[in-house]
């Protein structure tokens, strides 16, 4: 999804005209990526990184991104809302559908999963009977069997640490964030959220 979230920026970015007609130039095409792909939402750093000096980023980079009526550059925080508003409305994912499965994989308990164990192991069928937002949790399971017969079945969840953390950057959000660092908050989690599918939308047995 970053790859896509860059292709289609760059398309949107070379198209564009500023007001004189003229395209934008390099450092502004390079700070839109920049901003877009800031893990901070940082629009100084994104300056910075784009060839600006360290006075025009502290001074003036947070007004390209924001919404005062005398932000020189209109056209940065055009480009960026309609980058991130494409992207939003093109994964077909919405922030609710990420939440519910970052919960899942947050709140999961491995008491979830005793119901299925039996002194004859685990089979794929046994899963059947779990309901998804449990089976959606556990990455992988193993088992072996020992030279007297002993059955050993090990699960492995994913990362619920890496999920409370990410609920946790959800809710506290400050509430006076930009419209823009909102719809970088839903991308960022949409990338994320799409890096990490095989821990969402499949269950490796």
């Given at each position: 999804?970053?790859?896509?979230?860059?292709?289609?920026?760059?398309?949107?970015?070379?198209?564009?005209?500023?007001?004189?007609?003229?395209?934008?130039?390099?450092?502004?095409?390079?700070?839109?990526?920049?901003?877009?792909t800031?893990?901070?939402?940082?629009?100084?750093?994104?300056?910075?990184?784009?060839?600006?000096?360290?006075?025009?980023?502290?001074?003036?980079?947070?007004?390209?991104v924001g919404?005062?009526?005398?932000?020189?550059k209109?056209?940065?925080?055009?480009?960026?809302?309609?980058?991130?508003?494409?992207?939003?409305?093109?994964?077909?994912?919405?922030?609710?559908?990420?939440?519910?499965?970052?919960?899942?994989?947050?709140?999961?308990?491995?008491?979830?999963?005793?119901?299925?164990?039996?002194?004859?192991?685990?089979?794929?069928?046994?899963?059947?009977g779990?309901?998804?937002?449990?089976?959606?949790?556990?990455?992988?399971?193993?088992?072996?069997?020992?030279?007297?017969?002993?059955?050993?079945?090990?699960?492995?969840?994913?990362?619920?640490?890496?999920?409370?953390?990410?609920?946790?950057?959800?809710?506290?959000?400050?509430?006076?964030?930009?419209?823009?660092?909102?719809?970088?908050?839903?991308?960022?989690?949409?990338?994320?959220?799409?890096?990490?599918?095989?821990?969402?939308?499949?269950?490796?047995?």
């Amino acid at each position: 999804m970053v790859e896509n979230l860059i292709e289609n920026g760059l398309e949107l970015i070379e198209s564009t005209r500023k007001e004189n007609g003229k395209p934008l130039d390099i450092r502004e095409q390079n700070f839109i990526i920049e901003y877009l792909t800031e893990p901070s939402f940082n629009p100084e750093k994104a300056a910075i990184k784009a060839g600006y000096s360290k006075t025009t980023a502290r001074s003036k980079s947070s007004i390209w991104v924001g919404n005062s009526r005398q932000n020189p550059k209109p056209y940065i925080k055009g480009i960026i809302d309609k980058i991130l508003e494409n992207t939003i409305e093109g994964s077909g994912i919405t922030m609710k559908k990420i939440l519910e499965e970052t919960r899942n994989i947050a709140f999961s308990n491995v008491a979830d999963i005793y119901q299925i164990m039996t002194n004859d192991g685990v089979s794929i069928d046994d899963f059947k009977g779990l309901p998804r937002e449990v089976t959606s949790c556990i990455e992988s399971f193993e088992q072996k069997i020992d030279k007297n017969g002993e059955i050993t079945v090990k699960f492995k969840f994913y990362n619920k640490l890496a999920a409370l953390a990410q609920l946790g950057k959800h809710l506290t959000m400050k509430k006076d964030s930009t419209p823009i660092e909102k719809k970088l908050t839903v991308v960022r989690s949409l990338i994320e959220y799409d890096e990490n599918k095989n821990a969402i939308d499949k269950v490796k047995f």
